[in-house]
């Protein structure tokens, strides 16, 4: 009889140390499903890689040997020991890992409840599955209701009415910080979707600048574009001297 599992790290469960170690790269999904899909114990397999989390939602055989399977591909494509990351593995199947799944594209998971950002992902990362063929009717099925769940916690209770993301988050505590933003100097460390939508929010704000510092500089110059400035994250501590943010 197949069984639903999920297995993953998150924010809730490890260091953002260890968050970072775990993260995958975008364009190698489709190698890293199609990877799982060849472990021994695993039919069907979604993959959720986000800032906050590395979730892994699998149709297999038998709950054991899923486990088993899920941890040695994080550790084969992360090039970490298992021992550095089992034991903030968050692990649930069946009617848990539907309602755990459910919870996450509600955004009940996130660093900020209620944010939308996470059902979008929810979504990306099904349609990533479809497009491998790495899906069929169980976790088809578990992610379409997911969907659903999320948008009607969205659309019918109020978990959303203020703050929408991480990023949006971010802005309203410096807001509260320094006042307007309008007019002020605003360096972002970092280049990924999180950073991404800190600079729109602090551009609609009207900020007189925004300095992208980030560990690899052509990422920084990417999101930069014409509109802002860029450097190295070692130009931070000299960034500092000279924004108000």
Known sequence: MSTVVAIGVTHRSAPLSLLERLALDPALLE???????????????????????????????????AYRDVR??????????????????????DGDAVRHLFSVAAGLESVVV???????????????????GAVGASLNLLFRHALEVGKRARTETDIARHVTSVSHAAVIMADDHVGSLAGRSVAVV????????????????????????????????????????????????????????
């Open 72 to 93: 040695d591909f994080i550790s084969d494509i992360t090039f970490l020991p298992p021992d550095e990351f089992a034991d903030h593995l968050e692990v649930t199947h």
């Open 31 to 65: 190698k890293h499903l199609h990877d799982l899909l060849a472990r021994e114990h695993i039919n069907e397999a979604v993959v959720l890689s986000t800032c906050n989390r590395l979730e892994i939602f699998v149709g297999a055989e038998r709950f054991h040997g």
């Open 114 to 132: 209620g944010e939308h950002e996470i059902l979008g992902q929810v979504r990306d990362a099904w349609t990533a599955a479809q497009e491998a």
């Open 190 to 245: 970092g280049a990924g979707s999180m950073a991404r939508g800190v600079v729109d929010f602090v551009t609609a704000r009207e900020a007189a600048s925004v300095t992208i510092l980030n560990r690899t500089p052509d990422n920084a110059r990417e999101l930069a574009g014409d509109a802002h400035r860029w450097g190295p994250l070692e130009d931070l501590p000299a960034r500092l001297a000279d924004t108000d943010v």
